[in-house]
């Protein structure tokens, strides 16, 4: 199948789903129908288990938004979908430039779109039945229904020639989903790729190349590979004792110093923040010293086992983190901000890890980054799928005595186990009137607008509380 078939196939796809309706399960059906072309291409060998990992992301996360139907899932499945796009249909450039085309090609679209041999194909193959319906019929028609609409919305004599046709649609209406699906179907399989792009792309390998191998340079001119080699060892030495002083320092102050509850809160974020800071910036170091020459030197051992100390040492610092984190939950119970304390000292964790991978089996920096940002990704896909809210709701419902009933009524998708537990008491009953008020407003929307979660709560019996 070409690919401006494709395109014409989501386009109508999406004047038919996005027609009179509000965004809601057709976002859904649509990025569905989409990956499922997508599919269509064929994978190379090489990368098949990626591609199926994409793949799946894909799917779920179509799912996941037709269930929740929020932001976070949005952005999670358009998202994935791009990726998965990009990578079916040109799978040797790096994750690493995908922002940037995006912006190229999104920005650049009015250029591509007048491009026409960039896109159009060259020769319709076939019967002759096409090229007439194309020629005679599809181009006309939609001149005619442009300018008609162009026409109609400049001029109230001319619009009131149509006015006394009985149609049952809205013209601007069409016309713009029209021009909105073509624009996203479009950029999503015809992607320009600029030279520079291939050319940084080729600068982008996980590794080094023999005559980098061969070839020792400082990274200085003026300063030789001795006195660099030297100067790294000196400098990791000062910061391994500069961090284990850190360490001992932060453990007390975490376990032993007694704090105010009322500042414990944002200290330990801010302690929190900072640890991320310092192992950003500890990776920064590591990549300036192992960007190149000393991955291959045997001088530079000395250096790569202070290295692994202070990765070591990293670790160390984000699992009393960890520790802390989880003991003041244990204290005050769970909230969003605790769990991505969690999320963020894991993609820690990963950083350290990938760091560690990058010097012992000497690969690029280009490998570091592109690893860490496929672990960005699929960390910010999987935890779009996640009921976060209900595994607040339930562990403060479990496990805290006194648990903030104004925190819990502020999340999203908990109504129905809050309902379960508190239907009995008085000081809810006003919460549950007015939540009951927004769920039947959800409920009545169309089916192409709707949220499945809604459609799954029931506030006037004693249903269980489900969750995703």
């Known amino acids: 199948m070409k690919k401006i078939t494709k395109v014409w196939i989501v386009t109508l796809t999406f004047v038919f789903l996005f027609y009179n309706q509000e965004t809601g399960l057709n976002v859904a059906l649509l990025a569905l129908i989409a990956w499922l072309l997508l599919s269509l291409e064929p994978a190379r060998k090489e990368q098949k288990n990626l591609f199926s990992l994409l793949s799946v992301c894909c799917f779920l996360s179509s799912f996941a938004f037709a269930w929740y139907g929020d932001a976070i899932s949005f952005f999670a499945l358009a998202f994935s979908l791009l990726v998965f796009g990009l990578k079916m249909q040109y799978p040797r450039i790096n994750i690493l430039l995908y922002p940037a085309l995006w912006?190229?090609?999104?920005?650049?679209?009015?250029?591509?779109?007048?491009?026409?041999?960039?896109?159009?194909?060259?020769?319709?193959?076939?019967?002759?039945?096409?090229?007439?319906?194309?020629?005679?019929?599809?181009?006309?028609?939609?001149?005619?229904?442009?300018?008609?609409?162009?026409?109609?919305s400049s001029s109230?004599?001319?619009?009131?020639?149509?006015?006394?046709?009985?149609?049952?649609?809205?013209?601007?209406?069409?016309?713009?989903?029209?021009?909105?699906?073509?624009?996203?179907?479009?950029?999503?399989?015809?992607?320009?790729?600029?030279?520079?792009?291939?050319?940084?792309?080729?600068?982008l390998g996980v590794n080094f190349n023999s005559a980098k191998q061969m070839?020792?340079?400082?990274?200085?001119?003026?300063?030789?590979?001795?006195?660099?080699?030297?100067?790294?060892?000196?400098?990791?030495?000062?910061?391994?004792?500069?961090?284990?002083?850190?360490?001992?320092?932060?453990?007390?102050?975490?376990?032993?110093?007694?704090?105010?509850?009322?500042?414990?809160?944002?200290?330990?974020?801010?302690?929190?923040?900072?640890?991320?800071?310092?192992?950003?910036?500890?990776?920064?170091?590591?990549?300036?010293?192992?960007?190149?020459?000393?991955?291959?030197?045997?001088?530079?051992?000395?250096?790569?086992?202070?290295s692994y100390v202070w990765i070591i040492l990293n670790t160390l610092l984000t699992v009393s983190a960890f520790l802390k984190n989880t003991e003041y939950i244990l204290d005050f119970g769970l909230t969003y901000k605790r769990i991505g304390v969690y999320i963020f000292l894991f993609l820690s964790l990963a950083g350290l890890g990938t760091t560690y991978l990058k010097i012992h089996y000497q690969k690029t920096n280009a490998f570091l980054l592109t690893r860490?940002?496929?672990?960005?990704?699929?960390?910010?896909?999987?935890?779009?799928?996640?009921?976060?809210?209900?595994?607040?709701?339930?562990?403060?419902?479990?496990?805290?005595?006194a648990g903030d009933a104004a925190y819990l009524r502020s999340l999203n998708f908990n109504k129905q186990l809050l309902f379960n537990t508190y239907k009995m008491d008085p000081s809810w009953q006003n919460y549950f009137e007015s939540e009951k008020q927004e769920i039947n407003k959800e409920k009545s929307k169309s089916l192409l607008s709707s949220r499945l979660y809604f459609s799954t709560l029931n506030l006037n019996n004693n249903t269980d509380a489900t969750g995703k």
């Open 103 to 152: 912006f190229i090609n999104y920005t650049g679209f009015i250029f591509k779109f007048f491009s026409f041999k960039y896109w159009l194909p060259k020769k319709i193959t076939g019967n002759d039945f096409f090229k007439r319906l194309l020629a005679m019929v599809l181009i006309p028609g939609s001149l005619l229904l442009i300018f008609t609409v162009l026409y109609a």
């Open 215 to 306: 070839n020792l340079k400082p990274t200085f001119s003026f300063l030789e590979l001795n006195f660099e080699r030297k100067s790294g060892e000196i400098s990791l030495i000062l910061l391994n004792v500069l961090l284990v002083f850190f360490i001992i320092t932060y453990n007390y102050e975490q376990f032993f110093n007694v704090a105010k509850k009322v500042s414990l809160s944002d200290e330990i974020h801010q302690r929190v923040a900072t640890l991320i800071f310092s192992i950003v910036m500890a990776i920064g170091v590591i990549m300036f010293y192992f960007k190149s020459t000393f991955n291959f030197d045997k001088k530079a051992e000395l250096l790569k086992k202070l």
């Open 156 to 203: 109230d004599i001319f619009y009131s020639f149509f006015e006394a046709i009985p149609f049952n649609f809205n013209f601007f209406q069409l016309l713009f989903l029209a021009c909105l699906g073509f624009f996203l179907s479009f950029n999503l399989w015809f992607v320009f790729i600029p030279k520079g792009a291939i050319r940084i792309n080729g600068l």
């Open 372 to 401: 860490m940002t496929r672990i960005f990704f699929f960390t910010f896909i999987i935890t779009s799928w996640i009921n976060f809210s209900w595994i607040v709701t339930k562990y403060n419902i479990s496990f805290q005595k």
